[in-house]
């Protein structure tokens, strides 16, 4: 073969392989498609056992990690909820229309530290709700006497997954269908010297506030989790 010819045949392989790439690249954002996401709206202030504390200053938050934290969200919703016998939650969600490689999720194990807290421990476990099995991760932090247990999900699209390499394959699956996914990060925290008792309770209250959903934001916040 030839030098020009085998020149031309590498031109015409590039050129097919950018159109290949142009053609696949996802243009249609799912959260086009689905119900409007306005978290103000659609999470109760009041539900179950539990209301919103309208004063109060136990959540921290870094002017740094807020800047960035807007910079990849489109919606972002911070409430302090207590219940009848004073025992408080902080609920944290974050919204973003576009999940792409562009668009990380900022994760509770790396947001924590940048603020200072220590981080001593995380597991990944499954949450059950009266809405499905929910797969979740959990991790214990601390700052000074404060110690703070979080449990959070993360959803892309239309499902929930942990760690980054089910992430990853989830935008895959959905670039090759032309669909730009959004996700969605749930946090779920209190300040408890006891563990196993923050976990229990966290789980109550993400039972209730699902339960308090429409049904359409309810498979959104869950992931359309499994009915065990």
Known sequence: ????????????????????????????????????????????????????????????????????????YTQTLSRTYMNSRGY??????????????????????????????????????????????????RILTSLGQRNEPVTYWTIVGDRVFQGGLQKKLAEMRYGMTGKIPDGMLIRVSSIDGQTANAYDIQTQFADQMLHALEPEYRRKLNGNARIN
């Open 1 to 72: 073969m030839n030098l020009w010819l085998r020149n031309f045949i590498l031109l015409i392989l590039m050129l097919a392989a950018s159109g290949l790439a142009l053609a696949l690249r996802p243009t249609q954002k799912i959260a086009d498609q689905g119900p409007a996401i306005d978290l103000e709206t659609i999470i109760p202030q009041t539900f179950g056992d539990w209301h919103v504390e309208q004063q109060n200053s136990v959540q921290i938050v870094d002017p740094r990690q807020k800047e960035m934290i807007d910079r990849i």
């Open 88 to 137: 408080r939650v902080m609920l944290s969600i974050a919204y973003g229309d576009d999940q792409r490689d562009s668009m990380q999720m900022h994760y509770p194990e790396v947001c924590y530290p940048a603020q200072g807290f220590l981080l001593e421990g995380k597991e990944a476990g499954n949450m059950a709700t009266g809405s499905g099995s929910i797969p979740v991760t």
